[in-house]
């Protein structure tokens, strides 16, 4: 069973703040992805990145995949409230045809 | 992008009713959707994947005579919840993908079951 490893597990800012998420496994992924989900709605897709190594980044997010395809990263600089949200990483397995989710960061961005 | 259509959005219902929630994959076709439970500020929990025109695969410790699963097309996945209890009140979420090496999941918007 693939486990991924998510941390922290909660975390409140001020907006203006920069942070960073942590996914990490034992195993190797073939595809990992970051979703953002608000309360009451399903996960939104953020980004997939599936090379090892790979760095991606949409506006003030940066997303990092392990060189060895085990662990990913998320840095969000100057956090804003409307950030606010869980989010989630989900590493691929092509195998088993399903993806495993980590166990979610809530984050909180205050005013 | 990808959109996922998730009905109904909220049900309530009395303790012994059967639910079924249905969802669609409205610009693509999705050879694989999966069923996710989820409890307040946690993540999803896999129930069940289910591939058109073939049984679905349940997770361990979930019963599959209870939430029956059916993939009818390549469009259209259903999940029914039979006589749900209270203990079965929650967020139902589907997702849908195009079976392909590093294609990510669509997830519709959810369903938030509440059983009096």
């Known amino acids: 069973t693939q486990l991924l490893e998510q941390s922290p597990q909660f975390l409140s800012i001020q907006e203006g703040e920069n942070l960073t998420v942590y996914c990490n496994s034992s195993?190797?992924?073939?595809?990992l992805q970051w979703y953002r989900q608000e309360p009451g709605e399903g996960p939104v897709l953020l980004v997939t990145?599936?090379?090892?190594?790979e760095v991606k980044k949409l506006k003030r997010l940066t997303f990092q995949f392990g060189d060895a395809r085990k662990d990913s990263s998320l840095h969000i600089t100057a956090a804003q409230p409307g950030d606010t949200g869980l989010y989630l990483c989900?590493?691929?397995?092509?195998?088993?045809?399903?993806?495993?989710f980590g166990d979610g960061t809530t984050l909180t961005v205050k005013p | 992008g990808a959109v996922v259509s998730q009905h109904p959005s909220r049900v309530i219902c009395k303790s012994g009713t059967s639910v079924k929630i249905e969802c669609r994959s409205l610009?693509?076709?999705?050879?694989?959707m999966f069923w996710y439970r989820q409890f307040p500020k946690q993540s999803l929990m896999l129930m069940a994947t289910?591939?058109?025109?073939?049984?679905?695969?349940?997770e361990q410790g979930v019963e599959k005579d209870k939430f029956l699963i059916n993939h009818a097309s390549l469009t259209l996945s259903t999940l029914t919840v039979t006589s749900a209890h209270p203990e079965d009140s929650s967020f139902y979420i589907c997702?849908?993908?195009?079976?392909?090496?590093?294609?990510?999941?669509?997830f519709g918007d959810g369903t938030r079951l509440s059983i009096l």
């Open positions: 289910s591939n058109e025109g073939s049984k679905a695969t349940y």
């Open positions: 610009d693509f076709q999705a050879t694989t």
């Open positions: 195993s190797v992924f073939s595809s």
């Open positions: 997702s849908a993908s195009i079976t392909d090496r590093n294609q990510p999941q669509h």
């Open positions: 990145v599936v090379t090892g190594g």
């Open positions: 989900a590493g691929g397995d092509t195998n088993a045809g399903k993806s495993t």
